[in-house]
């Protein structure tokens, strides 16, 4: 399945659905400087790979800015988010795939 779907989920950011199926989801997210993935936890184990941009994530506790080539993981239930510090892509990879997202 390939989703040409862009859809706006926040200010100054996009989400697309790139693939999934049960048990795994890869999402592409765009964000414009300033864009804000709010701070959120979810039953799903979620690896974000930052495709372009700098990015301020937060996981539990540790916050650290990550550029393009570096990853991060937020474990089932643990808070996490993103502040875009410079306009840029992250892939997201869920398991299980997030139902709400399609």
Aim: glycine share 10%; hydrophobic share 40%; proline share 3%.
């Amino acid at each position: 399945m390939n989703n040409e779907t862009w859809l706006t989920v926040g200010e100054g950011v996009q989400r697309q659905v790139l693939t999934h199926g049960p048990d795994l989801m890869l999402v592409k997210v765009r964000f414009e400087t300033g864009g804000i993935g709010a701070l959120h936890q979810h039953v799903h184990s979620q690896i974000t790979y930052v495709e372009s941009g700098v990015f301020r994530c937060t996981v539990g506790e540790e916050e650290v800015v990550l550029r393009a080539g570096q990853t991060f993981y937020a474990a089932p239930l643990v808070w996490h988010g993103v502040e875009c510090l410079e306009a840029g892509v992250l892939l997201d990879s869920f398991s299980p795939m997030r139902e709400d997202f399609v």
